[in-house]
């Protein structure tokens, strides 16, 4: 029946009804005259089988009366007339009428409950409103939603009374919109307000309602709350942001694992984008610094679901090795199955950097103290052997036979004399005379020397900068820095080659520093040597400065050339750093603070003073046997002298003295007492007194702090006798 239903809905209702009554009468006539009577008598029951049509809308039911009326004809025991056929007719038709109505009806009722419910059990929300924006209907949920108990309260109503109230005319704008066009709008996001004032993200759908005739009546509606989906996004997209934007690379890869995701600083730190990643293997970063059982204990532990953190020495796309800490976890889904792999990972390539240079520091400091106060030692016990033997030498005839062996033992002194302060310089525990110079004017009066030094066979370049800023430093000291580095220059180039001395200012900023540590930001003047030699690799580059270590063979050189070039520019507040390639050659690079000060012109040479005095002295050193030198030595040449082995003897001498005491001889760092502090509680008595201090080496801070200030005397051991009378009989006529 639903069959044709489809066909005769395509006809008029009276063509289909002409239609239906001409082929029953053709199928069912028996000769003309009882086609005749049939055609009469369903042209008398036409109005019954169109109130069929009517009450059951279906062609199907109009048939059937139709049907039934002509086989009631065709089967009968006897012809019936037309008004004996239209009454039973009748008859039978209004009884099918009232039977199949009552069935439609039955079925309508049950139909719309069906609907109704499957409406109201929907989680979306339904509802539809008229032309004016008048609810005319909708489900439980809804009706829930706008703060009433059934839908049927809903009816009648419009937004301004619902629990939404202040998005009513968004909503109504929308509704109008839907009405006026015809067009349906969809999936668009809405804002709504619960009944306890909650707010609410709706994804709402709405298309035109249609009446009988097909002309819009209302709206039809739809939506359903994604509020948790919205949160969950939002979770989820700043989540994927801040995997995007994290400073450590981050990689996920399957169980198997290929890569399937890699955030730009992956791509950073790798130089493999994103797209290049995906669907290769880690294994594309190996490098081959860690052997295969490296990677089978990780795997191993990666397995068994367990988090795997180590360092990896990993390799970029251009070749490039780099370090990276990482952390590797597993990803399980709800069966507890891993399915992914995460690895979040840090490049600590400069960090490991910065570690090694500041250990390297940390190292020369160590060793710096440990040289420095060996070299104090062994100063005093040169200082003996070196005062004695001039007293001897002296003392010997010309042609005694002994002289030249005790001219040895000098010889032997001085060069011991000469590793010491080495050492000293290293251990930044020499003391400095340090004065405002120009840098370009050490290296003019260097030249000469230095080209002689490093030999016909190596082109010498000079390259200095006309307006170089001033540095302090101690002058001999600077001499001695360029010598040892001209040195090591021509050393490396057997062969010949170049080498470059230049000057310049530089201004080293925030970033040169962080790479630089423990470099300060700020303006330095630049010292730069360049040769062209053999170059060093950089297991050799991070001892280079370690005193007695040394690329040559044995016999050449001791080891502490570059180690006092260290010290030297560490005690001058400066940094030393070194640049070198393996048969291309070596830079150093030294860095002096940079000062405002005008750089003297030339420095004045000391008169050579008398030897020979009367005056007191109040002589304090606690070595033995360098003390009794120093008192022969100065009682010889006519001086009056108090000895003190220690402070606190010093100033009861001081105290219990009548007379005057011109001068004091006095050891910088001794037990128990300081020489600046004896002579900080003597001065108040005795303000006529002058001072000369000596020593091995003096403490960086007590240096730092001006020790060495103008009017100040010092000697630095070893020292001869000759030098400690020049140098008491000096600052006495100083006046």
Not at 161 to 170: G, I, Y
Not at 248 to 265: C, F, K, R, V, W
Not at 578 to 606: C, H, M, N, W
């Amino acid at each position: 029946m639903r069959s044709l239903d489809t066909v005769f809905d395509r006809f008029p209702r009276w063509q289909a009804v002409g239609l239906c009554l001409g082929l029953n009468a053709i199928i069912g006539a028996g000769d003309h005259y009882i086609a005749l009577e049939t055609l009469g008598a369903l042209l008398y029951v036409l109005p019954v089988a169109l109130g069929a049509w009517l009450v059951g809308r279906s062609f199907g039911l109009a048939l059937a009366v139709i049907s039934a009326v002509a086989s009631f004809v065709a089967d009968g025991p006897q012809v019936l007339t037309a008004s004996h056929l239209g009454e039973g007719g009748i008859f039978l038709t209004v009884a099918l009428l009232a039977s199949r109505a009552k069935e439609h009806q039955a079925s309508e009722r049950a139909t719309r409950m069906i609907i109704e419910r499957i409406i109201d059990t929907m989680p979306v929300r339904v509802f539809w409103k008229d032309k004016h924006l008048v609810y005319l209907g909708c489900n439980a949920a809804f009706a829930g939603d706008a703060g009433f108990a059934e839908p049927k309260d809903v009816i009648g109503k419009d937004d301004f009374q619902m629990a939404w109230r202040d998005q009513a005319e968004l909503y109504r704008a929308d509704d109008r919109q839907v009405i006026e066009s015809g067009c349906s709008k969809l999936l668009i996001e809405e804002p709504q307000t619960t009944p306890e004032g909650n707010a609410l993200v709706l994804l709402t759908s709405k298309v035109p309602l249609h009446g009988p005739e097909g002309e819009i009546i209302g709206v039809l509606g739809t939506y359903m709350d994604i509020t948790e989906r919205k949160h969950a996004q939002e979770t989820s997209i700043r989540l994927a942001t801040a995997v995007d934007q994290a400073a450590e690379a981050i990689m996920i890869t399957d169980a198997a694992g290929s890569i399937l995701y890699a955030n730009p600083a992956f791509e950073k730190a790798t130089g493999y984008t994103c797209e290049e990643a995906i669907g290769q293997n880690p294994r594309i970063l190996k490098s081959g610094r860690q052997e295969a059982g490296f990677y089978r204990e990780m795997w191993t532990v990666l397995s068994h679901g367990g988090v795997w953190r180590g360092r990896l020495f990993n390799k970029r796309k251009d070749g490039t090795l780099f370090e990276e800490d990482a952390t590797i976890s597993p990803v399980r889904d709800a069966t507890g199955q891993i399915i992914n792999y995460v690895a979040v990972k840090r490049d600590v390539t400069n960090e490991t950097r910065l570690e090694q240079q500041l250990f390297q520091a940390q190292k020369m400091e160590a060793v710096g103290r440990l040289a420095g106060g060996v070299a104090h030692d062994f100063n005093n016990l040169l200082g003996v052997i070196t005062g004695y033997g001039e007293i001897v030498h002296r003392r010997l005839a010309g042609e005694d036979p002994l002289r030249e062996k005790v001219e040895q033992i000098l010889r032997a002194a001085e060069r011991a004399a000469g590793l010491t302060r080495q050492l000293l310089a290293f251990g930044r525990r020499q003391v400095l005379q340090p004065k405002v110079l120009d840098l370009n004017a050490v290296v003019f009066d260097m030249e000469k020397m230095l080209r002689r030094l490093i030999g016909e066979d190596v082109e010498f370049t000079t390259v200095l900068e006309p307006r170089l800023g001033s540095v302090k430093a101690d002058p001999g000291q600077l001499e001695q820095v360029l010598m040892n580095l001209a040195v090591n220059a021509r050393d490396a180039m057997s062969e010949g080659g170049r080498l470059t001395i230049e000057t310049r200012n530089a201004d080293l900023n925030e970033e040169y520093a962080a790479r630089h540590p423990p470099t300060r930001s700020g303006p330095y003047v630049a010292l730069v040597v360049t040769d062209t030699g053999s170059g060093m690799d950089a297991a050799t580059q991070a001892r280079i400065f370690e005193p007695f270590f040394s690329t040559k063979e044995v016999g050449r050189g001791t080891g502490l050339g570059l180690a006092t070039v260290y010290g030297i520019v560490k005690q001058s507040e400066g940094y030393v750093w070194v640049y070198s390639e393996v048969g291309v050659g070596t830079t150093f690079k030294i860095y002096l603070p940079r000062i405002d000060e005008q750089a003297k012109l030339a420095r004045q040479q000391e008169p050579g003073p008398l030897l020979r005095g009367s005056e007191t002295v109040l002589l304090v050193e606690d070595e033995a046997s360098l003390r009794e030198l120093l008192r022969e030595a100065l009682e010889a040449s006519g001086y009056s002298v108090l000895v003190a082995r220690d402070g606190a003897e010093a100033l009861q001498i001081a105290e219990a003295h009548v007379g005057t005491i011109q001068i004091m001889v006095t050891d910088v760092i001794m037990p128990g007492m300081t020489g600046p502090k004896i002579v900080d509680l003597v001065a108040p008595t005795r303000p006529e007194m002058k001072v000369v201090y000596i020593s091995g080496y003096s403490d960086a801070s007590v240096t730092r702090h001006g020790l060495i200030a103008a009017g100040t005397s010092f000697l630095s051991k070893p020292f001869s006798p000759d030098a400690l009378l020049r140098k008491v009989r000096g600052s006495l006529d100083a006046g």
